[in-house]
Each structure stands twice: as structure tokens, then as C-alpha cells.
């Protein structure tokens, strides 16, 4: 373990050789502005206490580490532990990340906020923290993502937001954040753009995991309360990157293992999975970034697929691509049909139904906890409920029993 390696980004925004800002020239000045001030923040004792005072109070933070006993015992290998982002307001990780932004995009004067979605979670959360502030909303969203999602849609609606469907592309999470970005080039004097992942041009990757990282601070306290140590074992679920940077980044310099579970869809083949570290994944510039990404061989950005909305994502943040080179991080994938049997056993075996996301996670902890020892602990960071998916995972069954041969007699 190499504990002088420094794993923040340079002042240009790169880590190593991923990161940057490859943005049109109307962007640079915002983007500028948005350098300038959140640096101003970082360190502000009364921006800090006012963030932690609302992850406290409206969030509900701490979020528990819940020891998962009769799926260990089941496994009979490693304990394993949820980090419990589900119980967060709102239902996931997104909300840690929508009130540090808001409190900063308040501080600028911006009185307009728009946001992506894919799962629909950051939309929701947006919508929340634009409601509690009395802010105008606009969040953009793939038609396939919104049919996927009709629950969330619905919610972010219900909390006064407008929903703008876009039906570009795979009209999916890379399409709306073009979608976005397209309106904060117009807008750029009332608008401030809140991106829901550790991804996009310079600050945004930094910003993210920033606030995400209290994730990772409050498992770091409650597992050494519990345990008395530190975990052998981090694992969480990759699609931008938030939700496992978040847990990852207050243990980068311990002796703890990581890993992060992407998206394997239903195979290996370009397009059918959302897994930058698989099949057809190169380093390129997408959405502002450099970073690994899914294109074929004349650089051309690549359809993705995942059962999870959240996930289906053609690029990856850009730590996370230089936590992968270093070797600091191994990068894994569950399958559709994994994340669906994780889904299914982990509200079986705990009481506790997860986000499509998160099951991705869950799936490769059941596949590698019976070979570790019981005596070693991993955190497997729930990041996510699953309401929002409850419609999809039945069809899902619905179509595998259809098509297991079964008949009435």
C-alpha cells in the first residue's frame, strides 16, 4: 500500500492524466466562478456547519452500518455490513451531495437550478432542495429512463420541479446531461447547473466526492465502534461514481481493500452493458471530462444497457479511471440477472429491498464473501431503496417465469 500517493487532483482538475474541463467558451467564466467559490467554501466553518446541520436535521445523518446477520450467516464466510444510504430523505446517497450545491449555488445568487436524472434519485433530490429554498427547478431526463422511472417522475413533479424529457441518443443519462449542459451554456448568468455525479469538467468530480465523502466518514467511526477496527473490505456499485468515491475516499490510505462493481448488463458484447472496464472501454473526452468510456473502434460514444437506470452510463468519473490505473481500486461487474437474484435475496434475507444500483453491489458480495473468513469484515454501501424500481424488477420476474417453460395443468 503505497500511503504517500496523493490521490487529490491537480488545479487544473486532473488526477493524473483523467479529468480536466473540455467545455465550449461560454463555460469557461462560470466554471471559473463556480472554482471560485466553492474553494472560497471548502474550508468556511459556517458553510460547513450549516451543510452538516442540514445532513442532521432534514437528511437524517448518520446514516446506520447495519451488520446484515443472516445473510453472513447464509454465506458463512465474511460479516457484512449496509451502509445505509436508503434510509437517507429522499430514498439515496443523492440528497449528501443536493444540499452542499444548493448551499453554494444559494451563496452565488443563482436562483434557477437544473439537473440531470437517470435513476431519477438526483432529480428527486434536486427537486427536494430547490423546494426547501423557494428555487425554480428544471431537470432534464431520458424518455427511456422516465418510463423506467415513472414513480420518481412523478415525485420530482409532486415537489414542483419540471421535468423535461429528452428523447435524443439512447434517451437515456448521457443524453440528458447534453441536454443540460446545452441550457447552461444559455443561461448562464441566473442558472447553476447541479450535477448529480464525480464526473463532468473541473470542479464538479472534486465538489462531488467532497460531499459525498461523509459516506465514507461516518462507516470509518461506526465500523471501529462495532468492530474495533477498520474493514477489511469496501465494495459499492459504479456508474458516474458518487455513492462509491463517497465511500472509498476517507479510506484510500488504509490497508482496506476496494472494490467497485459496474454495470455487466446481459453480456460482454459493445451495447449490451454499462461496464467502462470491460469490453469496447478506452480513454476519450465525453461531458466535459477525460476519462475511460464506451466507444467503438471509430471513437463513436457507444450505446450502453443496464437493468438499472442509474448505472446505464457511458463514461465513468474521472478518480475512479485513476484509481483503476494505480491499481488502488479493483473494478468488477454484476450482470442484469445477478443484480435482480441480489435484489430478490437481500429483501428475503434482511427485511431490506435495495436500488437496482446498489444490487450490483450486493451481487458481488454474495459471490465472494463464502471465500473470505469469518472473522474479516467488508461494507457494502446500500446506496440506494428500491421503490423506485419495484415496477421494472417485476416485469423482469414476470418475463422470466413467462419464458421458463412453465404451463398450467
Request: aromatic share 8%; with cysteine.
Amino acid at each position: 500500500m503505497n500511503h504517500e500517493m496523493n490521490y487529490e487532483p491537480n488545479e487544473k482538475g486532473y488526477w493524473g492524466e483523467y479529468g480536466g474541463r473540455f467545455v465550449p467558451e461560454t463555460l469557461v467564466a462560470p466554471l471559473d466562478e463556480l472554482v471560485s467559490a466553492y474553494y472560497g467554501i471548502r474550508d468556511d466553518a459556517e458553510f460547513q456547519a450549516e451543510f452538516i446541520d442540514l445532513l442532521k436535521n432534514y437528511v437524517g445523518r448518520p446514516s446506520p452500518l447495519y451488520y446484515a446477520k443472516r445473510l453472513s450467516e447464509e454465506l458463512g464466510g465474511a460479516k457484512i455490513y449496509l451502509k445505509r444510504e436508503d434510509l437517507n430523505h429522499t430514498g439515496a446517497h443523492k440528497i449528501n451531495n443536493c444540499i452542499g450545491q444548493i448551499l453554494l449555488a444559494r451563496k452565488m445568487g443563482k436562483r434557477r437550478i437544473i439537473a440531470e436524472t437517470g435513476a431519477g434519485q438526483h432529480g428527486v433530490a434536486t427537486a427536494t432542495v430547490c423546494a426547501l429554498f423557494g428555487l425554480e427547478c428544471v431537470v432534464y431526463m431520458g424518455t427511456e429512463d422516465m418510463r423506467r422511472q415513472e414513480v420518481n417522475v412523478f415525485r420530482m413533479r409532486l415537489l414542483g420541479a419540471e421535468v423535461r424529457a429528452v428523447d435524443s441518443g439512447s434517451c437515456t443519462l448521457k443524453d440528458a446531461i447534453n441536454e443540460a449542459l446545452r441550457d447552461w451554456v444559455t443561461n448562464v448568468d441566473t442558472t447553476y447547473y447541479l450535477l448529480g455525479s464525480a464526473l463532468g469538467p473541473h470542479p464538479y468530480p472534486l465538489m462531488v466526492r467532497d460531499f459525498q465523502s461523509i459516506i465514507g466518514r461516518e462507516a470509518r467511526h461506526q465500523i471501529i465502534e462495532q468492530e474495533g477496527r477498520l474493514p477489511d473490505l469496501l465494495m459499492a456499485c459504479v456508474g458516474g461514481g458518487s455513492n462509491a468515491i463517497g465511500l472509498f475516499h476517507p479510506f484510500l490510505k488504509d490497508d482496506v481493500r476496494m472494490i467497485g462493481v459496474e454495470a455487466g448488463g446481459r453480456g460482454i458484447s459493445l451495447g449490451d452493458h454499462a461496464a467502462r472496464f470491460m469490453t469496447g472501454g478506452k480513454i476519450g473526452v465525453l461531458q466535459g471530462t477525460k476519462s475511460y468510456l464506451l466507444q467503438n473502434d471509430d471513437g463513436q460514444i457507444a450505446l450502453t444497457h443496464s437493468v438499472s437506470a442509474g448505472l446505464d452510463y457511458a463514461s465513468i468519473g474521472p478518480e475512479h479511471a485513476f484509481l483503476h490505473d494505480v491499481g488502488r481500486i479493483e473494478y468488477v461487474s454484476a450482470s442484469d440477472a445477478e443484480a435482480l437474484a441480489a435484489f430478490k435475496r437481500l429483501s428475503e434475507t434482511e427485511g431490506i429491498i435495495p436500488a437496482l444500483e446498489s444490487s450490483h453491489a450486493i451481487a458481488h458480495a454474495i459471490k465472494i464473501a463464502p471465500g473470505l473468513s469469518q472473522d474479516q469484515t467488508m461494507i457494502v454501501n446500500l446506496s440506494g431503496r428500491g421503490d423506485k424500481d419495484i415496477n421494472t424488477v417485476q416485469g423482469e420476474l414476470n418475463n422470466a417465469e413467462s419464458t421458463s417453460g412453465k404451463e398450467c395443468v
